[in-house]
């Protein structure tokens, strides 16, 4: 049987648009909320995975963006302005906008799934910038990140 499993996470993060022609352009910040979604088949435990290894693989990218800044790599001025002022920030290479944040999410659990045995074939990241606004971001987990070992329940 295969089955979908959700958890959600939430944290605080600034941001800013540099290229958009808005108020998102400034500095602002938002309460993010992510959900995050793994689909595979049930162990012999019952579990696609435990809701507790999901959240110690998240917990800390999580931790990582809470209270930070996140910075596009080309953004000087702000690049500068945060280093000076030693300001927690998350240095990424693209704009920070609720897509590729997800995407960026979603990139990460990946990797931490290699540390795990799982049974894992998809993920489906989504994140609200707001209560009415988000983005998803779904990806087949690749081969070579996969460990089909199913637990002995004996």
């Known amino acids: 049987m295969i089955t979908t499993i959700k958890k959600e996470f939430h944290w605080e993060m600034g941001h800013r648009l540099p290229f ?12 993010y909320r992510a959900e995050i979604a793994l689909t595979g088949p049930i162990n012999d435990t019952g579990m696609v995975i435990d809701f ?3 959240s110690q693989l ?3 990218i999580i931790e990582e963006l ?24 998350t240095n990424v290479e693209f704009y920070s906008t609720a897509e590729n944040i997800a995407g960026y999410l979603c990139d990460r659990v990946i990797k931490t799934l290699e540390t795990i045995q799982h049974t894992i074939d998809y993920i489906e990241v989504s994140i609200w910038e707001t209560e009415k606004a988000s983005a998803t971001v779904r990806k087949i987990i690749p081969e070579e990140h996969r460990q089909y070992l199913l637990f002995d329940s004996k």
């Open 58 to 60: 998240v917990k800390p």
């Open 66 to 89: 809470d209270h930070s800044f996140m910075v596009d790599h080309q953004d000087n001025l702000l690049i500068d302005f945060l280093n000076e002022h030693s300001f927690k920030a």
């Open 52 to 54: 507790y290894v999901l």
């Open 20 to 31: 958009h022609d808005g108020l998102c352009k400034n500095i602002h910040g938002h309460s």
